[in-house]
Each structure stands twice: as structure tokens, then as C-alpha cells.
């Protein structure tokens, strides 16, 4: 058990730039969870995956926002023609349906900021 | 929708002493789950203690312990003998218990930052 990873640590880019991070949870996991958080704030939740399934999405998650599970392993979060308002940290964790009641597992975060 | 409110942003405790970080919640659920989350600067978040709502015990991991009221929806944490090392944002979470309801992701409140003085 190597924990969620997510790559990259830390990205900077250009306004109206297309980023797109991963995210690596724990291979007995079948729950992966997208999360933003700003400076000073509590994460706050944009979207999770069962397997595969995309089964919630956040109002938060604009439309230039996608997100991605393929065979239910490795997740990817797209952000299309970014803007200086999506600076913030993206956090991804998973967890298993068999332990509900355990919470998430955090990965240590993409921090993005936008120039 | 359930919120979570933390209504200390900053607290500070100095080293050895004890100090208590409050949480209010609001649901209309009887079972759920309540966490308390630690997220060290520039580090990833990890779980400090969990509770369950139907679980009258208060939950309690070594220096770390809760004080659940689940009438007055209350669940604040208390931490003994605080070290250096205790330094971070807290966060208080809940998640609902009914696994197939719809959306079931953990809400947290927005924080408390605190501060250990040597």
C-alpha cells in the first residue's frame, strides 16, 4: 500500500491554458474523489467516482472541468482554458466500501496556480 | 444538505498543555460518521480519529480524544499534552453512513488553524 498519489506537486500556467493532473489511489479502493481547496479554507468537493462511474459532480465543477477514471484505476482531472480563479489545491482520495466508516485517504495535492 | 461549522479559525495552546477545537454540524440523519482531519503546512491531510454517530462512547487515540454531544450535534476535539508536531490545520468532517443514498462524500468545515508555543 504506496498511498494516492498525485502528479504533479505543484503547476503553474498560463490563463486560458488546458491542465491536467492525475491521480493514483490505493489499489483496493474502489471510491476516488476529486477536492478543491483554497488558501485558508476546508476542502471542498467536486466530484467522485465509483470504479469507473462518475456518479457525482459538484455545482462547483464548471463545465470546463472533466474528470476521468478509466478501468476504474488511475484518475485524471482536466481544466480547460484555465482561469486565475481555479488557483488552488487539487486533492484527490480514495477510500473502500468496506470500510465506510474509515474515511479517506488523501493524496498530498496538485497545487495550481495561474498566471 | 449537511454543513459543518468550526467556529475557532486560530487557536494556540502552549506545549504540554491541553487544548479543545470545536466542531458543529448540522443533519437531519441519525447515522453518520464524524472525523477529525489533520493537515500539517505543505503536507498532506491524515486522519486524526473518527467517530460514529451510533456509538455513545467517545472515541479516543492516544493523545487525542472527542467529546461527541449528538442531541446538541457537537464534536469537538481535544488534544492532551500538545507537542510541536500537533502545528496544523484542523478539520472536522462528516460523512453520511447510508453508503447507496446518492452523494455520500465527506463535508468539512473550513478549519482551524492552530499554533503550539514552546
Known amino acids: 500500500d504506496t498511498g494516492v498519489s498525485q502528479d504533479p506537486r505543484h503547476k503553474i500556467t498560463k490563463r486560458g491554458q488546458n491542465v491536467t493532473f492525475r491521480c493514483d489511489p490505493i489499489s483496493e479502493h474502489n471510491r476516488l474523489y476529486w477536492y478543491r481547496q483554497t488558501l485558508g479554507q476546508g476542502p471542498e468537493f467536486l466530484t467522485y467516482f465509483q470504479n469507473e462511474a462518475q456518479l457525482e459532480k459538484s455545482r462547483l465543477l464548471s463545465d470546463r472541468f472533466s474528470a476521468e477514471r478509466p478501468k476504474g484505476s488511475f484518475s485524471t482531472l482536466e481544466i480547460q482554458r484555465t482561469e486565475q480563479g481555479d488557483s488552488a489545491m487539487y486533492l484527490c482520495?480514495?477510500?473502500?466500501?468496506?470500510?465506510?466508516?474509515?474515511?479517506?485517504?488523501f493524496g498530498s495535492g496538485t497545487r495550481l496556480t495561474v498566471v | 444538505a449537511q454543513t459543518v461549522t468550526q467556529s475557532q479559525p486560530e487557536m494556540s495552546v502552549q506545549e504540554a498543555e491541553t487544548v479543545t477545537l470545536s466542531c458543529t454540524y448540522d443533519t437531519s440523519e441519525s447515522d453518520y460518521y464524524l472525523f477529525w482531519y489533520k493537515q500539517p503546512p505543505s503536507r498532506q491531510m491524515i486522519l486524526v480519529i473518527r467517530q460514529e454517530a451510533y456509538k455513545q462512547q467517545n472515541a479516543t487515540e492516544n493523545r487525542f480524544s472527542v467529546n461527541f454531544q449528538k442531541a446538541a450535534k457537537s464534536f469537538s476535539l481535544k488534544i492532551s499534552d500538545s507537542q510541536l508536531g500537533d502545528a496544523a490545520m484542523y478539520f472536522c468532517a462528516y460523512r453520511s453512513a447510508a453508503l447507496y443514498s446518492g452523494n455520500t462524500p465527506l463535508v468539512f468545515g473550513k478549519g482551524t488553524r492552530l499554533s503550539v508555543i514552546a
Open positions: 482520495a480514495s477510500s473502500s466500501d468496506r470500510r465506510l466508516g474509515y474515511g479517506y485517504t
